[in-house]
């Protein structure tokens, strides 16, 4: 997804807490629970792909919302400027990524 980093499945972080987090799980399920099922989503994708071989896309709902933008505004996905289309993408989700830090929301 454009712009975003978020866990892997099996990515794990330990809290100041002590505590044990499946990050990847959590990110997975804040993902589904923004997409319905059975609803169209409207896809963007760049040129090029990235060092994996992979399509880089900005996927929004049916109302035009960023799905891979609010994944960083909650959290649950963090910037990844290389995958951004431009630098003023960047700034942006940059934006709300320090945002979800400083309300320590999602991961």
Avoid: W
């Amino acid at each position: 997804m454009k712009c975003i980093d978020a866990p892997e499945l099996k990515q794990t972080f330990v809290g100041f807490d002590g505590i044990k987090k499946e990050i990847g799980i959590e990110a997975m399920e804040y993902l589904e629970l923004m997409i319905s099922k059975g609803e169209l989503l409207q896809i963007k994708c760049s040129d090029g792909r990235d060092k994996y071989g992979r399509l880089t896309c900005d996927v929004f709902d049916e109302k035009g919302g960023s799905i891979n933008l609010r994944m960083v505004k909650s959290g649950y996905a963090y910037v990844l400027p290389s995958k951004c289309f431009s630098q003023a993408d960047g700034v942006i989700y940059f934006r709300y990524q320090h945002l979800a830090k400083f309300s320590q929301v999602g991961l």
